[in-house]
């Protein structure tokens, strides 16, 4: 009997600290809202020019502490349509299309590799694709929880459109060139998913 006595105090003692030593934190996934978009900037010898979507799908992994902080980004997924994106004048697009080889490269995609989180920053890691290649790249973002349990989401990234083995676009018979570099800008809010 008293064996038996011994046996129930480890087992209590076993489930104590199993309770205990559940990390105070909740794992939640979010997806985009439909008012977040994204827009693509760049130069060129005649103007500047600007193709923006709404279009994005982004899912992230979020952990959460007790008292509500966000303290990790376990995962993140992004991608968009290219074809998608508009810029207000059909020319223009059609060429940044063409130039895309939208027919055989679909999307842009963005893939988290790590991150860090402060309180007002997450400071991403990821691998991007554009046109078929994918760099890793460095993003920082801006973020904002609401009292409603979403995160708003800003920032901005400069790129060349060659380290993508993009020809930057040319227009009116080569009188017009659009400048190499690019910045992919976007304003996104993220709710939680639906279980």
Known sequence: MKILNKHKHYLYAILL????????????TYQQ??????????????HDWSMTSSEGRYNAEFEFSEDGKLIKLNALT????FESLKSGSNALDKNAYSTMETEVHKD????????????????CTGNLTIAGTTNLI??????????RGQI????????????????PPVFMFGTVR??????????VRLVPANP
């Open 17 to 28: 600290i199993g309770i205990l030593s559940k990390p105070a934190y909740t794992q939640t």
């Open 78 to 81: 992004f991608s968009i349509r």
């Open 178 to 187: 659009t400048g190499d570099q690019i910045s992919i800008s976007f304003n």
């Open 138 to 147: 460095d993003l920082d973002v801006v973020y904002q929880l609401t009292d």
């Open 33 to 46: 809202a439909r008012d977040s978009k994204l827009t693509i900037d760049g130069t060129s010898t005649l």
């Open 108 to 123: 842009i995609i963005f893939k988290l590799s790590k991150a860090l989180v402060n309180p007002q920053n997450i400071y």
């Open 152 to 167: 708003i989401c800003s920032g901005a990234k400069k790129l060349k459109m060659s380290d993508y083995h993009i020809d």
